[in-house]
């Protein structure tokens, strides 16, 4: 007796296509959350003196996928900030151009003098990124898990 499928193969492509978009859009959920966890962590350290306002103010992020930028967070946190928030976004803008696959979180302190403060033993973006070496792990398994369940 022969079996005859009740489907055909575009329902079968189509809801394939459909299951990627949802963990797509999981894990997007899921690095974006991380990017604001980031990004709020790091605004919030006081171990310098920002004295205009544009070193803090250059902490942001952005995600991006092969579509282009899904998210993004970038603020003035002084009046006076404005120049800081421009070159966070200018510089973040560029770490994703270009990007045709997978999914991006770049997390920059974007003024040019960011990376001597943190020399000189301040703490602009390194605590961030030790909060991102732990909390991604956990990230991936939670996603692989959900994957597993379906």
């Given at each position: 007796?022969?079996?005859?499928?009740?489907?055909?193969?575009?329902?079968?492509?189509?809801?394939?296509?459909?299951?990627?978009?949802?963990i797509?859009?999981?894990?997007?959920?899921?690095?974006?959350g991380?990017?604001?966890?980031?990004?709020?962590?790091?605004?919030?350290?006081?171990?310098?003196?920002?004295?205009?306002?544009?070193?803090?103010?250059?902490?942001?992020?952005?995600?991006?996928?092969?579509?282009?930028?899904?998210s993004?967070?970038?603020?003035?946190?002084?009046?006076?900030?404005?120049?800081?928030?421009?070159?966070?976004?200018?510089?973040?803008?560029?770490?994703?151009?270009?990007?045709?696959?997978?999914i991006?979180?770049?997390?920059?302190?974007?003024?040019?003098?960011?990376?001597?403060?943190?020399?000189?033993?301040?703490d602009?973006?390194?605590?961030?990124?030790?909060?991102?070496?732990?909390?991604?792990?956990?990230?991936?398994?939670?996603?692989?898990?959900?994957?597993?369940?379906?």
């Amino acid at each position: 007796m022969a079996m005859k499928a009740k489907f055909s193969l575009p329902d079968l492509r189509a809801q394939f296509a459909e299951i990627e978009n949802n963990i797509e859009s999981a894990i997007i959920n899921e690095v974006v959350g991380l990017g604001e966890e980031l990004v709020n962590h790091a605004r919030s350290v006081r171990t310098y003196m920002d004295q205009t306002g544009n070193l803090r103010s250059s902490i942001g992020y952005i995600v991006a996928d092969r579509h282009g930028i899904v998210s993004d967070n970038f603020k003035a946190t002084t009046p006076s900030g404005a120049s800081g928030k421009a070159k966070a976004q200018t510089q973040a803008q560029n770490a994703v151009s270009g990007l045709n696959h997978g999914i991006k979180l770049v997390v920059v302190g974007g003024m040019e003098y960011a990376a001597d403060v943190e020399r000189r033993g301040y703490d602009v973006l390194a605590s961030a990124e030790q909060k991102a070496n732990i909390e991604m792990p956990k990230i991936i398994q939670r996603i692989k898990e959900d994957i597993a369940s379906l």
